[in-house]
């Protein structure tokens, strides 16, 4: 199994599913927290990081990611999420 370098402490267990196997699977709420406290980042550039470096891979043995971070819907004029 494959794992996110430096987010153990985030790790709460492991799944299997289809297309990738057994993995670990990571809480995406406790790697936001160790990326602010541990690297200094702004909430949204930890989000930004996370979208845009972790999960961009996908695959067999790849983590998994649990969505346990909820952000605030947006809503335009119309009342249409654009979040």
Do not use: C, W
């Amino acid at each position: 199994m494959m794992t996110a370098d430096g987010f153990d402490e985030a790790i709460v267990g492991s799944i299997t599913s289809y297309g990738r196997g057994e993995t670990v699977l990571y809480s995406t709420q406790k790697i936001l927290e160790i990326m602010m406290e541990r690297d200094g980042m702004t909430e949204e550039d930890a989000i930004d990081f996370f979208h845009s470096r972790l999960l961009s891979y996908n695959g067999d043995g790849m983590p998994a990611f649990l969505n346990d971070h909820v952000e605030p819907l947006e809503f335009d004029d119309n009342g249409i999420i654009f979040n």
